[in-house]
């Protein structure tokens, strides 16, 4: 068919040898899901590792994908190699490739490409999905408490929130808007930001979430890890 969707996930890693087995277990999940209205592959960036992260990825992948090394210590860069090398692989048209984003130490749920693709043949053409913890173990008693009633979701099921372990966007589009930029943190909202400069049409979702570790200590400067961490210093008055 010429008018079938190729989807390209797209994961940076950085010393994940814990976390991306589960990662990539979902993924394939999902990529299963599709395999019977779209072909998939799954693009894992191994960015300045010294684990295990580049083999497992490697054993796990097979050929349903690639593992590429970076040395960057930057989630953007990771980003955007990830992309570069998935766009290399591809003959398609790119108006029907989605690049889907998703990081290491998250669990996708099945659904979760079918339900991208669904959104992008009704004329989305970038995605901003939510997210979810996995455990609070490393935080405070009240700290489950203060994310979710921090966590805004909107009645008709739009949100504010932007990350990169949950953001789709059409290859096209992407490629239009510049692409991930070379940066530490924040690289998902910079993404965001330049696909509306760009004319991109935009959808935000919470139906589309996926999980992702409670960690205190991230790989991103000032990201999401740090965002949740920082509710354990929230005084008891605000």
């Given at each position: ?115 991208q693709l669904q959104l992008a043949e009704t004329g989305a053409q970038a995605i901003a999905g939510i997210v979810d913890v996995d455990s609070f173990e490393e935080h405070g008693s009240i700290v489950p408490d203060r994310f979710r009633s921090s966590y805004v979701l909107h009645p008709d099921g ?81």
């Amino acid at each position: 068919m010429t008018d079938q969707w190729h989807v390209s996930v797209l994961i940076p890693a950085r010393d994940e040898e814990d976390l991306l087995p589960r990662c990539l277990r979902s993924v394939l999940q999902a990529r299963e899901a599709v395999l019977g209205i779209a072909t998939c592959d799954v693009i894992v960036a191994v960015d300045r590792s010294v684990d295990g992260t580049f083999r497992i990825a490697q054993e796990m992948l097979g050929d349903a994908g690639a593992v590429i090394r970076c040395d960057a210590g930057m989630v953007g860069f990771a980003r955007a190699a990830a992309a570069r090398a998935a766009l290399r692989r591809r003959r398609e048209v790119l108006s029907r490739v989605w690049l889907a984003n998703t990081d290491a130490d998250c669990c996708v749920p099945v659904t979760w490409l079918a339900d991208q693709l669904q959104l992008a043949e009704t004329g989305a053409q970038a995605i901003a999905g939510i997210v979810d913890v996995d455990s609070f173990e490393e935080h405070g008693s009240i700290v489950p408490d203060r994310f979710r009633s921090s966590y805004v979701l909107h009645p008709d099921g739009t949100h504010p929130h932007i990350h990169g372990a949950n953001l789709g966007v059409r290859a096209d589009v992407y490629l239009r808007a510049g692409g991930w930029a070379k940066l530490c943190t924040a690289e998902d909202h910079d993404l965001w930001h330049r696909l509306s400069r760009a004319g991109a049409r935009k959808l935000s979702s919470s139906h589309l979430k996926v999980v992702t570790s409670g960690r205190r200590h991230g790989r991103a400067p000032m990201g999401f890890a740090g965002a949740l961490a920082a509710h354990n210093e929230v005084s008891l008055d605000a």
